[in-house]
């Protein structure tokens, strides 16, 4: 989450979901192995060598080991077009606005096309009771048992009650979001509460 811009009036976040290094790496990644997959597969079928330096690899029945790396490599296409597409789209990004002069919270993010591509939610600044850090634990690990201690911003709210300002995928260090917390307290006027 970035200011994206910071007036006397107004602050503006934004929010990069869909469109982060990750989601490109890993789009990529899955296309180039689907390809393959499919590449041995067709060469299988033809009983053609596409590849020299995979010659002993190749020479297998079509049926039903070829035929089943073509299902790999189709449904690995299909995966690595949808992750493109919401990169394309930018689904889950947007931004946040807090206008002192207008008097309210806006939360901008983008969908999945259709009617309902846009959503945002507005909440009058007169509603909002507090900024509040929650810190909660996490369990995690596969062989071993693990806890964190994960914080998060939260605003909290008369109508829509708590709502998340960043999250856990952000990586913040505990000092950036004591920051956060502390400049929309001061922004927005309201106490900060642990």
């Not at 998340?164 to 509460?193: C, Q």
Request: charged share 20%.
């Amino acid at each position: 989450m970035n200011i994206l811009l910071r007036l006397d009036h107004l602050l503006v976040y934004s929010i990069t979901e869909s469109r982060k290094i990750s989601n490109f790496f890993w789009a990529f990644i899955i296309f180039l192995g689907s390809l393959g997959l499919l590449l041995v597969a067709i060469s299988s079928y033809i009983g053609m060598d596409f590849f020299i330096f995979f010659e002993e690899i190749i020479d297998f029945p079509f049926i039903p080991q070829g035929a089943t790396m073509s299902f790999y490599g189709m449904a690995g296409l299909f995966i690595s077009f949808y992750l493109w597409c919401i990169i394309f789209w930018d689904v889950g990004g947007g931004y946040d606005i807090f206008d002192k002069k207008k008097r309210k919270v806006c939360f901008f993010r983008w969908g999945f096309p259709g009617k309902n591509r846009r959503i945002i939610l507005e909440v009058p600044m007169k509603e909002i009771q507090s900024i509040r850090i929650i810190t909660g634990v996490i369990e995690g690990g596969i062989f071993t048992r693990t806890l964190t201690y994960e914080s998060l911003v939260y605003m909290e709210t008369i109508e829509q009650g708590f709502i998340p300002l960043t999250r856990i995928e952000d990586n913040l260090t505990p000092l950036e979001i004591a920051d956060k917390a502390a400049e929309l307290s001061m922004f927005l006027g309201v106490p900060l509460l642990y």
